[in-house]
């Protein structure tokens, strides 16, 4: 099992980012996904979370309405579209196979950094 994260970088205040996670070595299509991120100093923060099938996709109080999760089966891919970012959103952001039912977290992949800043 692998996921790679990529798309992460530094962006202004009310920037925009697109974050990817290819998975290798597993069903992807069989799990659900989530998105967690961890700023420095402090524990991780869950985001949000879609179902197998993409129907399902719940997010955070703190991203709702400025994220969205999505993901593409076919290429084994989860993306993570992020607007109007804010400096509180700086963190190290990493996808994980997660249970949406108990929300219990598996596998996850090393990050990508995000940075908000002027």
């Known amino acids: 099992v692998q996921l790679v994260e990529s798309g992460g970088g530094m962006v202004q205040p009310g920037g925009s980012l697109r974050l990817s996670c290819a998975a290798f070595?597993?069903?992807?299509?069989?799990?659900?996904m989530s998105w967690v991120r961890q700023a420095p100093g402090k524990g991780p923060e869950w985001v949000s979370a879609i179902s197998t099938g993409g129907r399902t996709a719940i997010y955070s109080n703190t991203v709702r309405g400025r994220f969205t999760i999505s993901r593409d089966n076919t290429k084994n891919t989860l993306y993570l579209q992020m607007n109007s970012l804010k400096p509180e959103d700086t963190a190290l952001y990493y996808c994980a196979t997660t249970d949406i039912a108990t929300m219990r977290q598996g596998n996850r992949g090393q990050g990508t950094q995000v940075t908000v800043s002027s």
């Open positions: 070595g597993f069903t992807f299509s069989s799990y659900d």
